[in-house]
């Protein structure tokens, strides 16, 4: 998988190049490889058509939502899926260069997580207080916004209130992000719930163009959400996931210190996650996922 364009950033499973031109400047290839990380390691093995799974459903819920940016006068950052090079066909977004804003918008529909942790010392997440007598899985009474950091890679997003979000953006601005964040999250949710899929919680990633807010990065993915069956939907333990919960059960088992380097992952690991991955994208979109395994 090679591009030739300037690479501008590498992340964990991510390639960033330069594709602007004298007609078009300000545009960015984002490409999707198909490697994995956890506990803010990439895993040495690659979970095969990860990458493809996490382009497509990114653009069809690039669609999803339109409606709900279009109602905030906000918008999103994909130009096209089509127009890009052949080699990472299917894997990359030729997406507009956005200031991207320093904060990770999450939202949170259900009790899971860092959130269980930080609930079952404090009875809130940072500063939005939640009723008592919640267990992991819970459904929360309205969704609610719990921002964090957006760390570099190897480090950890740490969760952060919402005086932080307004001294690093300004109050009209935290708000925006915060009204919008819910919104979307709404409509996110009712979209899987109508496809038999529990959409606990997922974070946004938000730029400007101008003065407009402008939804990037990937959305609604298995790397950036939890999705679980909402058939097997049952409060009071860690629920079964269509993401890479799967993957961090099987390092948690597999006595791995999480700071050595991370082992290889089992055939049999692999294969269960790459059908993870796909059953939500076929689950959600009611299509059928094509990629050839790679």
Known sequence: MSVDLPLVARGKVREIYDASTRAAPDRLLLVASDRISAYDHVLPTPIPDKGKVLTELSVWWFDQLTPVL??????????????????????????????????????????????????????????????????????????????????????HDEAIDFASVVSAVGAARAEELRELT?????????????????????????????????????????????????????????????DKQYVRDWLTSSGWDRVSPPPELPDDVVAATRERYVTAYEQLTGRTFTGPQR
């Open 182 to 242: 819910l919104a979307l999250y709404s409509r996110a949710a009712e979209i899987a719930s109508g496809a038999g899929i529990v959409l606990a919680d997922t974070k946004f990633e938000f730029g400007l163009a101008g003065n407009s807010l402008v939804l990037g990065d990937e959305v609604l993915t298995p790397d950036s959400s939890r999705f679980w069956p909402a058939s097997t939907w049952s409060p009071g333990a860690v629920q079964p996931s269509f």
């Open 70 to 155: 279009d109602s905030f006068g906000a918008s999103h950052h994909l130009i096209s899926a089509s127009d890009v090079p052949s080699s990472v066909a299917g894997r990359a977004m030729l997406v507009r260069r956005l200031e991207m804003l320093p904060v990770e918008c999450v939202a949170r529909g259900y009790l899971s997580g860092s959130g269980t942790v930080e609930y079952s010392r404090t009875g809130s997440i940072r500063d939005v207080a939640l009723p008592a007598g919640l267990v992991e899985g819970s459904r929360l009474p309205s969704p609610v916004f719990t921002p964090s950091t957006k760390a570099e890679v190897g480090e």
